[in-house]
């Protein structure tokens, strides 16, 4: 592996004064599982290793019923799901924390990183989109938010400035009569990158019988994430039914743009997008049904 | 010369000291600083847990650990197992099942067996498969490990 500099910050000021010093060859250490194998494989070439794990703000791991959760970027997978009351508000980022990788992976990985890495095959950042989470980034000129859809811009790259960090995702509380879920296709049982992945959220009325609203997003069939909005859009006021749900998975599928490459063909890619987005939203209405 | 920090750290119960590169993992520094040599390297890039360790009670995979990032910190290793004259129930349950052939696998799948076993010491079948999806064997067969880690569940309660 290339020689580089290890340093570790202690205040999230000292992370971005050192990232904006640095330039490009500097790079945000958390949990390192893609990072550390992409320098070693000399795909990434980096000076500058800067461990934020320290810093007090990205390590905050907190819910409440009314201000949602607060999710710092360096918070691993495996204490996200450690907590009952998370699992019950998100769903949906639970799904996807416990399939990436396996435990000793979780036990390093995070959904902050798994974001700021923006593989378009990133299982946390559906979830991400359908629950409207926001990026919360600090850089040299104050901090600014931007929603979650708009972070990754293509392949491994992000919104992110020169000097700029992510120090934590914000999620609205769920609303009443409302849930999550994502799954993925892989050909095996587990410890693989999706083939194509679709996260859902749906809010239903008090009786349970209309979408009020619901949220769609997809991984694996784009350069990056994408939120599938006119395929969302079209359930808000729709009837529970096999028909809204359908006209929904067309309309997702209609926005993917995959590639053929050696996970699957475009074509493969293309018909899952239709068969996840429906097992996804009708996973979401039986969560909400279930509760 | 690439420049050395100085860590601390404890090993198996022990307080440790070493110098390293920034760029050697976990794994390089057992192995080949303070040379214990049970963790193994199989693939280098997160896939095989044959490199498993405990740090600060977390199972982790040593190779996507930087040495320098363990200051501080506490790392159990296969080696702190077994008492001097005695095995590990784990270690027994891999013997008495044939749960181990080659061998390279084994030292990952037995921390990450403690791990689990820590964690919830009663495991589903469901449960130890998922939870050993990131140890991979080419020779043994996961059923007779499943098996052993049944078995050192028992042994355990
Ligand atoms: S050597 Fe670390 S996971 Fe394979
Ligand atoms: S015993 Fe040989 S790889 Fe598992």
């Known amino acids: ?291 | 010369m690439a420049i050395k920090s100085h860590v601390q750290t404890t090993i198996n119960g022990e307080t440790v000291e070493f110098l390293c590169e920034s760029r050697q993992s976990l794994l390089e520094v057992l192995r080949d600083e303070l040379h214990l040599t049970g963790a193994k390297e199989g693939c280098n890039n997160g896939n095989c847990g044959a490199c498993s360790v405990i740090l600060d009670g977390r199972l982790v995979n040593s190779c996507l650990v930087l040495g320098v990032e363990t200051e501080g910190k506490s790392v159990e290793t296969i080696e702190g197992l077994a008492a001097p004259d005695k095995l590990h129930p784990i270690q027994d349950a891999f013997l008495e099942n044939a749960a181990l052939q080659c061998g390279i696998c084994t030292p990952g799948f037995i921390m990450s067996t403690k791990a689990l076993l820590d964690s919830n010491p009663n495991p589903t079948e469901h449960e130890i498969r998922y939870w050993l999806a990131g140890n991979l064997c080419r020779c043994t067969g996961y059923d007779k490990i499943v098996r052993a880690v049944q078995d050192a569940a028992k042994a355990s309660a």
Not at chain 1, 45 to 61: C, Q, R, S, T, Y
Request: negative net charge; charged residues 20%; aromatic residues 4%.
């Open chain 1, 1 to 291: 592996m290339q020689a580089f500099e290890y340093i570790a910050a202690r205040t999230v000021p000292e992370a971005v004064a050192l990232l904006d010093e640095k330039g490009e060859k500097a790079r945000i250490l958390a949990g390192g599982t893609d990072l550390i194998v992409q320098v070693r494989e000399a795909r990434r070439d980096v000076d500058w290793m800067i461990d934020i794990k320290a810093i007090p703000e990205v390590n905050v791991l907190a819910y409440d019923a009314e201000a949602g959760l607060t999710l710092g970027a360096a918070v691993p997978c495996y204490q996200i799901y450690a907590e009952a009351d998370i699992c019950d508000a998100y769903p949906g980022i639970i799904d996807a924390t416990k399939i990436i990788g396996g435990t000793a992976i979780q036990g390093r990985a995070g959904v902050g990183g798994n974001l700021c890495n923006a593989s378009p095959a990133a299982d946390c950042i559906p979830p991400l989109i359908v629950l409207n989470a926001t990026c919360v980034i600090a850089g040299p000129n104050g901090e600014r938010d931007i929603p979650v859809e708009a972070f990754c811009t293509s392949p491994g790259q992000t919104a992110l400035e020169k000097g700029e960090m992510l120090v934590a995702l914000k999620i609205p509380a769920p609303q009443n009569n409302s849930s999550s879920f994502y799954l993925r296709f892989i050909p095996r049982n587990e410890m693989d990158i999706a083939v194509v992945g679709a996260g859902a959220s749906v809010t239903l009325d008090d009786a349970k019988q209309t979408i009020v609203s619901a949220r769609i997003a997809l991984a694996a069939v784009a350069p990056t994430p994408l939120f599938a909005e006119e395929a969302s859009a079209l359930l808000a006021g729709r009837e529970l039914s096999d028909e809204a749900i359908d006209a929904a998975a067309q309309a997702a599928q209609a926005i993917a743009r995959p590639i053929s490459d050696m996970r699957g063909t475009a074509e493969q890619r293309t018909h899952l997008v239709g068969v996840l987005t429906r097992r996804a939203l009708n996973g979401a209405i039986q969560r909400v049904l279930d509760a």
